[in-house]
T-cell receptor, first 111, second 115 residues
Framework: QKEVEQNSGPLSVPEGAIASLNCTYSDRGSQSFFWYRQYSGKSPELIMFIYSNGDKEDGRFTAQLNKASQYVSLLIRDSQPSDSATYLCAVNYGTGNQFYFGTGTSLTVIP | GAVVSQHPSWVICKSGTSVKIECRSLDFQATTMFWYRQFPKQSLMLMATSNEGSKATYEQGVEKDKFLINHASLTLSTLTVTSAHPEDSSFYIC???????????FGPGTRLTVL
């Protein structure tokens, strides 16, 4: 069973702070890891993906992957109220294969 | 980035009727498309995986005769909800990926309400 787990939250951070979102996965065969953002009533949009151990930065977002510990995290620096959304972690086991999604973490950035 | 469209964006229908939802990849060839369903305040639920030219693979508990999926071309997949009932009311979202790509791109979703 391929499981992806996230803390459902809600997670609240003040504007300007760092928001830290975590995700763990069960299958060591996982190859690619994705973070999606979903606003209420909208479909998910890709923030970034990572497939190598370590950190990957894109603007205010940093994805961190630790395959030995089977977790992937997303850091959002200088959080803005517009970052308030549900963040979905997804795991993939190779090109052409399906993704497995976590249940999402609800983030609220307080002005 | 890659663009995926869905049509219609919302639909209201009477119980017992069938509804077809289209999913198109606009600027890339989607060798694989996925269909998800999401109920309010719940997570995405994968319904089926569709590869171009092949029969769709349905997740456990999803009735293939009720949710008909066709992926006849590299840019179009359709989901038909047959004999829809109020419990089928949900947010249906498709996504698409190219075989060599890591990413999966989502359409904007279709909100179905069955009266």
């Amino acid at each position: 069973q391929k499981e992806v787990e996230q803390n459902s939250g809600p997670l609240s951070v003040p504007e300007g702070a760092i928001a830290s979102l975590n995700c763990t996965y069960s299958d060591r065969g996982s190859q690619s890891f994705f973070w999606y953002r979903q606003y209420s009533g909208k479909s998910p949009e890709l923030i970034m993906f990572i497939y190598s151990n370590g950190d990957k930065e894109d603007g205010r977002f940093t994805a961190q992957l630790n395959k030995a510990s089977q977790y992937v995290s997303l850091l959002i620096r200088d959080s803005q109220p517009s970052d308030s959304a549900t963040y979905l972690c997804a795991v993939n086991y190779g090109t052409g294969n399906q993704f497995y999604f976590g249940t999402g973490t609800s983030l609220t950035v307080i002005p | 980035g890659a663009v995926v469209s869905q049509h219609p964006s919302w639909v209201i229908c009477k119980s017992g009727t069938s509804v077809k939802i289209e999913c198109r990849s606009l600027d890339f060839q989607a060798t694989t498309m996925f269909w998800y369903r999401q109920f309010p305040k719940q997570s995405l639920m994968l319904m089926a995986t569709s590869n171009e030219g092949s029969k769709a693979t349905y997740e456990q508990g999803v009735e293939k005769d009720k949710f008909l999926i066709n992926h006849a071309s590299l840019t179009l997949s359709t989901l038909t909800v047959t004999s829809a009932h109020p419990e089928d009311s949900s947010f249906y979202i498709c996504s698409a990926r190219d075989y060599h790509a890591h990413e999966q791109f989502f359409g904007p979703g279709t909100r179905l309400t069955v009266l």
